[in-house]
Each structure stands twice: as C-alpha cells, then as structure tokens.
Nanobody, 121 residues
Framework: VQLQASGGGLVQPGGSLRLSCAAS????????IGWFRQAPGKEREGVSC????????YYVNSVKGRFTISRDNASNTVALQMNSLKPEDTAVYYC???????????????WGQGTQVTVSS
C-alpha cells in the first residue's frame, strides 16, 4: 500500500491543523493506521493510531485531549485533527500502515512521506 500524508503547515500556538493520510492499493479500513512525528535531533515518536477491528485508538500522553484520529472510509483516508497546538508539536509527521487488527501493532509495513508541521508565533 502506498501512503501519502498531507495537511502540514505553519500555525501559531493554540491553532489547529488537520493532517490526512491517503492510501492507494488497499482499503485503509482493513489496516491499523498510525501517525508518527520526528523533530530535529529527536527520535521518531508514535503519536496516535487507530485499530482496524474495533476502531479503538491510542494517543501518546503529550497529545491526549488535543489530537483526534479518525477514519473516513468514503475517501479512504485517516485524519489527525490537531488542536491547541504547541511549539513542541513542531515536527515532520508521518503516517504508517500495519496489516493487523489492533493498535498499537507489532510492525508497520508501509510508510508515507512526511508533512512538516511548524508551530510558531
């Protein structure tokens, strides 16, 4: 499956962005989809994921209550709605897919290119 992340940009602290992960080759509804981010000089961090079996979700503590992951089966996309953004959310964000049922999965087999999110005044 090929994935493409989009929706990044420059936003002021407190603002919102909506990232989208689009897929070709497979139906995203059958896959666990995860969002990751990597800031300069830091390791890649798992931000959120959504299960394929029951729609259950996972969020890293630092984004709980601010970010929401969701599926749009009609468009075969998974969105990450990011509200109340902070400067520390600045990073390149990636989406990934795993042919598993529950999140977090054991192994992500497909990765999209990143989209830059910059939170700055």
């Amino acid at each position: 499956v090929q994935l493409q992340a989009s929706g990044g940009g420059l936003v002021q602290p407190g603002g919102s962005l909506r990232l989208s992960c689009a897929a070709s080759g497979l139906t995203l509804d059958d896959l666990v989809i995860g969002w990751f981010r990597q800031a300069p000089g830091k390791e890649r961090e798992g931000v959120s994921c959504i299960s394929s079996s029951d729609g259950s979700t996972y969020y890293v503590n630092s984004v709980k209550g601010r970010f929401t992951i969701s599926r749009d089966n009609a468009s075969n996309t998974v969105a990450l709605q990011m509200n109340s953004l902070k400067p520390e959310d600045t990073a390149v964000y990636y989406c990934a897919a795993a042919i598993e049922r529950l999140c977090p999965p054991h192994f992500y087999s497909s990765w999209g290119q990143g989209t830059q999110v910059t939170v700055s005044s």
